[in-house]
């Protein structure tokens, strides 16, 4: 198994979106959260399982999965970019998901100090296909 680190994800996420340039309209270009968000969670993904593949058809995983945002908000936090923009990117990717839930900084905070008390270190060797209930961290 291929460990894939934080600025290796992050790395690849860049020259996908590269690709958006060489593209005809319509195009999108990727803000600094987007690229952050897509860095960790392809991190996570590539650990460990959260959601079942109906529901990431569905919609973000992230959005309705605690410990999967936990594990992206301690992700963002490690890494320094969980800042007021970044905030204010996840509620509104969120908000766009799943109508129906309110999502705020306290909400936010509050995620990631639960998953602060529980988050493990999965190991090398951890199968990625298994869903997971608890809260993970890259090294």
């Given at each position: 198994?291929?460990?894939?680190?934080?600025?290796?994800?992050?790395?690849?996420?860049a020259?996908?979106?590269?690709?958006?340039?060489?593209?005809?309209?319509?195009?999108h270009i990727?803000?600094?959260?987007?690229?952050?968000?897509?860095?960790?969670?392809?991190?996570?993904?590539?650990?460990?399982?959260?959601?079942?593949?109906?529901?990431?058809?569905?919609?973000?995983?992230?959005?309705?999965?605690?410990?999967?945002?936990?594990?992206?908000?301690?992700?963002?936090?490690?890494?320094?970019?969980?800042?007021?923009?970044?905030?204010?990117?996840?509620?509104?990717?969120?908000?766009?998901?799943?109508?129906?839930?309110?999502?705020?900084?306290?909400?936010?905070?509050?995620?990631?100090?639960?998953?602060?008390?529980?988050?493990?270190?999965?190991?090398?060797?951890?199968?990625?296909?298994?869903?997971?209930?608890?809260?993970?961290?890259?090294?």
């Amino acid at each position: 198994m291929v460990k894939i680190t934080f600025k290796a994800t992050l790395a690849v996420a860049a020259a996908f979106s590269m690709m958006a340039v060489i593209c005809e309209e319509p195009y999108h270009i990727y803000s600094h959260e987007e690229y952050a968000v897509i860095a960790c969670t392809g991190a996570i993904v590539a650990t460990t399982t959260f959601c079942g593949k109906k529901a990431k058809i569905l919609g973000q995983c992230y959005c309705a999965n605690v410990p999967e945002l936990g594990s992206l908000l301690a992700c963002l936090h490690d890494n320094d970019y969980y800042t007021s923009k970044m905030v204010r990117y996840l509620e509104n990717e969120c908000a766009i998901s799943y109508p129906n839930t309110t999502l705020d900084t306290d909400f936010f905070d509050k995620v990631y100090q639960n998953a602060s008390q529980y988050i493990i270190t999965p190991p090398s060797d951890m199968n990625a296909t298994l869903i997971s209930y608890t809260p993970i961290t890259m090294e």
